[in-house]
């Protein structure tokens, strides 16, 4: 099988149901920046932390639900659906690493080691992926809500971790300037 297919040429993709959309329609958009989230934290993959890492790979399977969650329109029993319980190992990440961190007392400027650099970028990209689902949500019926919820949480996790892998790099937090 080849990768490529020409059926796209046209700006025209296919959803789950194999129905056509427009490439810039808002669930493309939705799916498309996810996948964008995906990609920047198998960049920071590994990050040297066996515990960090066991978690960015389970937050990219995560991520391929909530594509294929995204990609349908129309799902059925059985077909890919974010859960509760995702959300939940989520912020089980957050709460380990939290325990690990100072408390956070003033804004951070996103930077400091690479990982840490780089999970700082994922969260910014994954803050667009969340405001994308939301103006899918707002536009379109039966869009998975705990997705959202999923995103929001994931936002958080990413900053947190990049605290986390800062902290065990000895770089310190530096807060802007106003």
Aim: include cysteine.
């Amino acid at each position: 099988m080849t990768i490529y297919t020409g059926r796209g040429d046209k700006g025209q993709t296919d959803l789950r149901t194999m129905d056509r959309v427009s490439k810039d329609s808002r669930r493309i958009e939705a799916y498309g920046t996810v996948d964008e989230v995906n990609a920047l934290v198998g960049v920071v993959r590994p990050t040297g932390y066996d515990d960090i890492d066991g978690h960015l790979r389970d937050v990219q399977n995560h991520l391929h639900i909530v594509q294929a969650d995204f990609a349908n329109p129309s799902p059925e029993e059985g077909d890919p659906q974010l859960a509760e319980r995702h959300v939940e190992e989520i912020e089980a990440i957050i709460d380990e690493a939290d325990a690990e961190l100072d408390p956070l007392e003033s804004f951070i400027l996103p930077s400091g080691s690479e990982p840490g650099a780089k999970l700082h970028h994922a969260r910014a990209v994954c803050r667009r992926a969340e405001r994308r689902a939301v103006s899918l949500a707002a536009e379109e019926a039966g869009v998975n809500e705990t997705a959202i919820v999923y995103l929001n949480r994931l936002s958080d996790a990413l900053f947190t971790l990049a605290r986390l892998v800062n902290k065990r790099e000895g770089v310190r937090e530096e807060s802007p300037t106003y």
